[in-house]
Each structure stands twice: as C-alpha cells, then as structure tokens.
C-alpha cells in the first residue's frame, strides 16, 4: 500500500505513529485506507473481531468463524442464539458461507503478501507501493529512528540530530509498532464485546418489560372481568330472592284481603237483615226474633292492622348484603392470588 509522508516542525524529519513528534509518517494514502479499513470491517467476525476463519452464517444473516460460533454457544449451554441479534437458531444452522470464506482467504493472503514486501495492493491489481522520499532531503525513507520516533532516509542518520540515536529498518520498526498496537487493541476489543452485549441486554430488558406490561394488562382485564361476572350474578342472585319474597308476600296479602272481604260479606247481609227485622212491626219482629237473633251471634273476625311476615324483610336483603358478597369474594380473590402467584413465575 502506498505510503505518504506528513511535515514535522522540523526539516528532514517526519513524524511517526502515535508520537507527538511522530503521528502518521507511514499514513496510507486515503481512497486506500478508507476502502481497506472499511473491506477489513466487513470480513471481521462480530465475535473475535479478526479477519473470518472458516466462516458460516445464520439465518439472521450475520457472520461468524465458525470456531467463534461455537465457543460462544458452548458457553450459552443449551441455549443456540445468534451473538449480535439474539435471535434463536435452529439445529440446521448455521451454513457454510462458501463466498465469504473464498473473500476472506483472498484478503488473508493479499495482507501476507504485503507484509512480506511484494508490494500488491489489497484488491489484488499489481499496483506498486510508491517509496516515500525525505521532503529535505529527497531520498528514500529506509530507517526509523527509535528515540525520536520519526521515518529517515540515509542522509537524516547521518546528521547531528540522530547522531547516536537507536534505529531500524523502516518495514520492522512499523511492524513492532504495529504488534504493538494490535496489543492495544485486545481489551478495546474486549470492552466493545461487553458494550455490545450490554446494548443487547438493555434491548433485551425492554422487549420483556413490554411482554410484562402486555401479560399485566390482560391479566387485569381478566380480574376486573370475573370481578364484574361475579357482581353481576351475585346481583341476578340478590334480585330474584327479592322478586320471590315479593310474590309471596303479596300472594299472602292476597289471600288476607280474600278472607277479609268474605267478612264484611258475611257481616254487612248480617247488619242489613238485623237493621231490616228492627224496621219491622213489633209482631213481625218479636215472631222472627229468635233467628234474628242467632244472626246477631257471629263470632268477631277483626284482623290486624300489620299481620306477622307481611312485610318484605329489608334487613335480610341489604342489611347483609356487602357481608355476604365480601364473604364469597374473598375466595374469589384467594383464587386470584395464585393465578397471580403463577404469572409470576412465568415472568
């Protein structure tokens, strides 16, 4: 890949890797970078975050070495599930991806041939690498100097500024700094795994939460249901035993008003035919007198005002009523409460 020097504040030196004096003196050239970087990016397993070994996907599309893969479902147990989306796999996956791993193994071997100086570029065309010369000097950069950490040609090594000074080959002070560097990237790596899996869980936490509020809710609606059921029939109940009382209060109060109304009968035709004999002459009513007299003689048949049981007892309807009805329900809700017990445990 093609190397392009930066400035350093001072002549003859260029800055290198992540030193003050030294950042990027070996930075690719941009359209490069950018299409390697973002390439590398694609052809990284999500799990190890290397370049794919053996690679197989899921139904889900996402990508994984297949040792990866398993390792992360060994530590799952029974659980198959994808690393990225969670979602569940069945015992078919994954596949084989033929066209990934053909993709993979070509950038592996372009980024071993690179590192061993054959100068092709990552797609493969046969570009040669452009040698980066000293922007003092003008010659070819070979050396890298370890104290000051800046890319030199022959001529800067020579100078009074790197008189002394450690230094190395070009290719192998890039490649230590770039081990050194892959080191470095061993715990972000890590760190971004936890990130994503505490991502995943925060994801995971709201999805059952909406599970718990949909499962909540229509367990709601449910008591709420058998509540109102339950009222309803303890009213239909209450309702009838009322009508029923009142049909036979008012049959008894029927048949009273009967007999009672067969009394004035017999007692008015009774004072009717007494007033009559009274009415008549002295002869006429001392012959009939014996039988009016006999007439006379009915037994007294006063009712009473309010007779027992007449009424509608009120105080057996309502008095107890909220008694009652608390009575049954709290085995309704004792049921309830296991239901509930239960729904837990599920959630």
């Known amino acids: 890949m093609a190397m392009r020097p930066r400035a350093s504040s001072q002549p003859g030196k260029l800055s290198f890797f992540h030193s003050p004096k030294a950042a990027s003196a070996l930075r690719p050239r941009a359209m ?53 989306c969670r979602r569940k796999c069945s015992l078919t996956e994954p596949t084989v991806s033929l066209a ?13 041939r690179r590192a061993a100086g054959t100068g092709r570029g990552p797609g493969g065309t046969g570009e040669q690498e452009v040698e980066e010369t000293c922007i003092t000097h003008g ?13 030199l040609c022959c001529v800067c090594h020579t100078s009074k500024k790197h008189q002394g000074h450690r230094v190395c080959p070009l290719e192998e002070g890039a ?50 249901e058998q509540l109102r059921e339950f009222l309803q029939k303890e009213e239909t109940a209450r309702m009838a035993a009322l009508l029923k009382e009142d049909e036979e209060k008012k049959e ?36 009939n007198y014996a039988n009016t007299k006999k007439r006379a003689q009915i037994p007294p048949n006063i009712p009473e005002k309010v007779w027992k049981d007449a009424l509608i007892n009120v105080a057996e309807h309502v008095g107890s009523l909220k008694y009652h009805v608390w009575e049954k329900m709290a085995e309704l809700v004792q049921y309830s409460k296991h239901l509930f017990d239960s729904l837990q445990d599920v959630l």
Request: with cysteine; net charge negative; aromatic share 8%.
């Open 100 to 112: 990934l791993k053909n993709v993979a193994d070509t950038f592996l071997r372009e980024q071993e």
């Open 252 to 287: 008894l109060a029927r048949k009273k008003s009967e007999n009672i109304t067969r009394s004035i009968f017999t007692f008015s035709h009774a004072v009717i035919a007494i007033e009559n004999e009274i009415s008549s002459s002295d002869a006429l009513f001392l012959k």
């Open 32 to 84: 490069s970078s950018r299409s390697g970087s973002m390439l590398e990016e694609e052809l990284s397993c999500p799990v190890c975050f290397d370049i794919f070994r053996d690679p197989v996907v899921l139904k889900c599309s996402h990508s994984f070495c297949r040792d990866c893969l398993q390792q992360f479902w060994n530590k799952k147990k029974a659980r198959r599930e994808c690393p990225v």
């Open 139 to 151: 010659e070819v950069l070979k050396l890298f100097c370890l104290d000051d950490f800046e890319a």
């Open 175 to 224: 490649q230590d700094l770039k081990a050194e560097l892959k080191k470095d990237l061993i715990p972000l790596k890590k760190n971004l795994r936890c990130l994503y899996e505490a991502k995943q869980e925060c994801d995971d936490t709201t999805v059952h939460i909406k599970n718990q509020t949909e499962a909540t809710e229509k367990q709601m609606k449910e008591e709420f």
